[in-house]
């Protein structure tokens, strides 16, 4: 039997449901990335490996040699930041020079100073041990004020974040809730701040340990919480220290503040087959830990429906709890894995629950095949030979162009009953040519898959090769573990063409099979341009009318009669002139070096000028002519 290249089609988990998450922080490959990223030489790197691998209570190695060796520059208030910060983690306060101090604490001196370089001045200071010296009172009204300029979910996050170490966080609980509000929604699934992980990261952890530290119940809602969560999910493929590192503290202090969002994820296979009739759940917090009070009993499936006819299988079904994991939960089938299909299940974990897909997946067979040869017009009975499965027919079956192929066959599952499958295909090919023919079996009212095929019209898809042909049949179906490839017969087809049997006739039609020759695109050719004389003749011509204006002013003279006498009326004249004048000149410099927008730079103040001088000297002269 030749292995099948049938694809079988798995449904991937989807959830209709917001009320539980699906999936969960993959820890262990984030702790990679934040191991790997303490090799580097980068402070801020550095920084942000080891603020992740402390957030994991990992291993923190010795990087005091680093830290000393590390260039910085003195004046960047956030480089001092990484600096300080990744010192006070790695327990290396003793390899930092003395200059660290003055770029904090000019910060702290200067009176227009940002959010931002004060948070990274104060918490410099307090790596060093010098966290006191930003004053509460005054500090939180100097702060008041510079939100009042700029209210951004950033600056929020880093004015909580002061508040923790000066000591205001009351003023933080009663501004929690309001900056919350300022989350963007996404598809009404997630929500985040403006600025992305980083500002979501910040501002939810600090709003998260400040009301842990004043020992008050998170002011995010439900709602909030499983649409925080989905965000960092949609962000679990961070691939930089950086990234990991923020989405660990989010992670897990949104995972920390209870009532935790529950995450369902399938542990491992998404169907079940004869053999295996279980499928294994994982009902865990957002970074894959058990979920507390949650108890064993409270995880069940509620109903189970059929989606082919949705016919309900199973409901109230309680999952059981794996010994030895906690974190895991079986959802025995055993009821339906005789009816293979796709199925909707729906599960709880305590009030709250979501739909899952899981395909019942059956085993097919086809016990024998009737394989007919007979006339086209059907003056004669075909002649009818069975063969059983996996047989292979050892006479060669014979067809002209004159007769057609007739199969006849049942498609069985592993309890002997009539199927219908999604593919059914038969195929006929020589054995080591490029092409082939592939027909697809239909099944009628009783399931009885029938095939009849035309042998002379079957002769151009095989390049009007006859000889040997192999007969096929392939079956497959989305809902079946493995699928069905059966070469049943040697089929010798004459297409009563005047070449010998088994050569194809010579055609242009390349084979299918295998790369495609490649295409070579080639650009247009430029258009041949004109000779030199030719431009300049052309370029001459069309300033004529111009030449010959100026020559006939040269001749006739200009009359300057109307022209205003007076110093103010002439200034106005002279000025609409030049403007004008220039605004045709700025013409031409757009055909010669400008740009549309510089252009239109220029062009407004020089209109705004034509149009005022332009407008008081018309007045001017109708004011004169009314006189006369």
Same mark, same amino acid.
């Given at each position: 039997?030749t292995?099948?290249?049938?694809p079988?089609l798995?449904? !991937?988990?989807?959830?209709v449901?917001? *009320?539980?998450l #699906?999936?969960?922080?993959?820890?262990k490959r984030?702790?990679?990335?934040?191991?790997?990223g303490?090799?580097? %030489?980068?402070i801020?790197t550095l920084?942000?490996s080891l603020?992740g691998?402390?957030?994991? =209570?990992?291993k923190?190695?010795d990087?005091?040699?680093?830290i000393?060796?590390?260039k910085?520059?003195?004046k960047n208030?956030?480089q001092i930041f990484h600096l300080t910060?990744a @010192?006070?983690?790695?327990?290396?306060?003793?390899s930092l020079?003395p200059?660290?101090?003055?770029a904090?604490t000019?910060?702290?001196d200067k009176?227009?100073a940002t959010?931002?370089?004060?948070y990274?001045a104060?918490y410099?200071?307090k790596a060093?041990?010098?966290?006191?010296?930003?004053?509460k009172?005054?500090?939180?009204k =100097?702060l008041i004020?510079?939100?009042?300029k700029?209210?951004?979910?950033?600056?929020?996050?880093y004015?909580?974040a002061?508040?923790e $170490?000066?000591?205001?966080?009351?003023?933080t609980?009663t501004?929690a809730?309001?900056?919350?509000? *300022?989350a963007d929604e996404?598809?009404g699934r997630?929500?985040?701040?403006d600025g992305?992980l980083p500002?979501t !990261?910040?501002v939810?952890s600090?709003?998260?340990r400040?009301?842990?530290?004043l020992g008050?119940p998170?002011?995010?809602s439900?709602e909030q919480?499983?649409?925080?969560? @989905?965000?960092?999910?949609?962000r679990r493929s961070?691939?930089?220290p950086?990234g990991?590192a923020l989405?660990l503290?989010?992670a897990s202090d949104?995972?920390g503040?209870?009532?935790? +969002?529950? !995450?369902?994820?399938? %542990?491992?296979?998404?169907f079940?087959?004869?053999?295996?009739?279980?499928?294994?759940f994982s009902v865990t917090?957002l970074i894959?830990?058990?979920i507390p009070n949650?108890?064993?009993?409270?995880v069940i499936a509620?109903?189970g429906?059929?989606?082919a006819?949705?016919?309900?299988?199973?409901?109230?079904?309680p999952l059981?709890?794996?010994?030895?994991?906690?974190?895991?939960f079986?959802? =025995?089938?055993?009821?339906?894995?005789s #009816?293979?299909g796709l199925?909707?299940i729906s599960?709880?974990?305590g009030t709250?629950s @979501? =739909?899952?897909?899981?395909?019942v997946?059956?085993?097919?067979q086809v &016990? &024998?095949i009737?394989?007919?040869?007979g006339?086209v017009?059907?003056?004669?009975? +075909?002649?009818v030979?069975?063969?059983?499965?996996p047989n292979?027919l050892?006479?060669?079956l014979?067809a002209d /162009?004159?007769?057609?192929?007739?199969?006849?066959?049942?498609?069985r599952?592993?309890w002997?009953?009539?199927?219908?499958?999604?593919?059914a295909?038969?195929?006929?090919? +020589?054995a080591n040519?490029?092409?082939?023919?592939i027909?697809?079996?239909?099944p009628?009212a009783a399931?009885t898959?029938k095939?009849?095929?035309?042998?002379g019209?079957?002769s151009? $898809?095989l390049? /009007?090769?006859?000889?040997? /042909?192999?007969?096929?049949?392939?079956?497959g179906?989305?809902?079946?573990?493995?699928?069905?490839?059966?070469t049943?017969?040697?089929l010798?087809?004459n297409?009563?063409r005047?070449n *010998?049997?088994?050569e194809?006739?010579?055609?242009?039609?390349?084979p299918?099979?295998? +790369?495609?020759?490649?295409?070579a695109h080639?650009?247009?050719?430029a258009?041949?341009?004109?000779s030199?004389?030719?431009?300049?003749?052309f370029?001459l011509a069309?300033?004529a009318p111009l030449?010959?204006l100026?020559?006939?002013w *040269?001749r006739?003279g200009?009359?300057f009669s109307?022209?205003?006498?007076?110093?103010?009326?002439?200034?106005?004249a002279l000025?609409f002139?030049?403007?004008?004048?220039?605004?045709?000149?700025?013409?031409?410099?757009?055909?010669?070096?400008?740009?549309m927008?510089e252009?239109?730079?220029?062009?407004?103040p020089?209109?705004a000028?034509?149009?005022?001088?332009g407008?008081?000297?018309l007045r001017?002269?109708?004011?004169?002519?009314a006189s006369?």
């Amino acid at each position: 039997m030749t292995r099948c290249c049938l694809p079988l089609l798995l449904l !991937s988990v989807f959830a209709v449901s917001h *009320a539980i998450l #699906q999936g969960t922080v993959d820890v262990k490959r984030l702790q990679g990335i934040l191991e790997e990223g303490v090799k580097s %030489k980068d402070i801020s790197t550095l920084y942000y490996s080891l603020k992740g691998l402390k957030k994991l =209570n990992a291993k923190i190695p010795d990087v005091c040699n680093v830290i000393q060796s590390t260039k910085y520059d003195i004046k960047n208030i956030e480089q001092i930041f990484h600096l300080t910060n990744a @010192a006070e983690l790695s327990g290396c306060q003793n390899s930092l020079k003395p200059d660290v101090l003055s770029a904090p604490t000019q910060v702290l001196d200067k009176k227009d100073a940002t959010i931002p370089d004060l948070y990274h001045a104060v918490y410099s200071l307090k790596a060093l041990g010098k966290g006191s010296v930003y004053d509460k009172e005054d500090s939180l009204k =100097n702060l008041i004020q510079l939100l009042k300029k700029d209210d951004s979910p950033a600056n929020y996050g880093y004015v909580f974040a002061l508040c923790e $170490h000066i000591g205001c966080t009351a003023w933080t609980a009663t501004h929690a809730e309001s900056a919350l509000l *300022a989350a963007d929604e996404t598809d009404g699934r997630s929500l985040h701040f403006d600025g992305g992980l980083p500002v979501t !990261s910040l501002v939810l952890s600090t709003i998260i340990r400040t009301y842990k530290s004043l020992g008050k119940p998170s002011p995010l809602s439900t709602e909030q919480r499983y649409k925080f969560g @989905a965000y960092l999910l949609s962000r679990r493929s961070v691939t930089s220290p950086r990234g990991a590192a923020l989405l660990l503290e989010a992670a897990s202090d949104l995972a920390g503040d209870q009532p935790t +969002p529950i !995450s369902i994820v399938f %542990k491992d296979k998404k169907f079940i087959t004869s053999d295996s009739d279980s499928i294994e759940f994982s009902v865990t917090d957002l970074i894959g830990r058990p979920i507390p009070n949650l108890k064993p009993d409270e995880v069940i499936a509620q109903s189970g429906t059929r989606l082919a006819d949705d016919v309900v299988v199973l409901s109230k079904q309680p999952l059981t709890q794996k010994s030895n994991e906690p974190t895991t939960f079986i959802l =025995n089938l055993s009821k339906i894995k005789s #009816q293979h299909g796709l199925y909707k299940i729906s599960l709880s974990a305590g009030t709250k629950s @979501a =739909n899952f897909n899981i395909a019942v997946l059956g085993e097919i067979q086809v &016990s &024998s095949i009737e394989v007919g040869i007979g006339d086209v017009d059907g003056t004669t009975s +075909p002649k009818v030979t069975t063969v059983t499965y996996p047989n292979k027919l050892s006479e060669k079956l014979q067809a002209d /162009h004159l007769q057609k192929v007739t199969l006849k066959f049942t498609v069985r599952d592993k309890w002997n009953k009539p199927v219908v499958v999604q593919q059914a295909f038969v195929r006929i090919a +020589p054995a080591n040519a490029p092409y082939e023919a592939i027909y697809v079996a239909e099944p009628d009212a009783a399931g009885t898959y029938k095939v009849e095929l035309n042998v002379g019209a079957m002769s151009a $898809h095989l390049q /009007h090769s006859g000889g040997a /042909h192999e007969l096929s049949v392939m079956l497959g179906d989305s809902a079946v573990a493995a699928p069905l490839a059966w070469t049943l017969a040697d089929l010798v087809l004459n297409f009563a063409r005047d070449n *010998a049997v088994g050569e194809p006739v010579k055609t242009t039609r390349s084979p299918y099979r295998g +790369p495609l020759p490649e295409i070579a695109h080639e650009f247009r050719s430029a258009e041949a341009r004109p000779s030199r004389l030719v431009s300049d003749v052309f370029a001459l011509a069309c300033g004529a009318p111009l030449l010959l204006l100026l020559l006939l002013w *040269a001749r006739l003279g200009l009359n300057f009669s109307l022209f205003p006498p007076l110093p103010l009326p002439a200034l106005t004249a002279l000025l609409f002139h030049v403007a004008l004048g220039g605004s045709l000149a700025l013409y031409g410099m757009l055909w010669l070096q400008l740009t549309m927008f510089e252009t239109l730079r220029y062009l407004l103040p020089l209109g705004a000028v034509t149009f005022l001088s332009g407008h008081r000297l018309l007045r001017g002269l109708v004011r004169d002519k009314a006189s006369r």
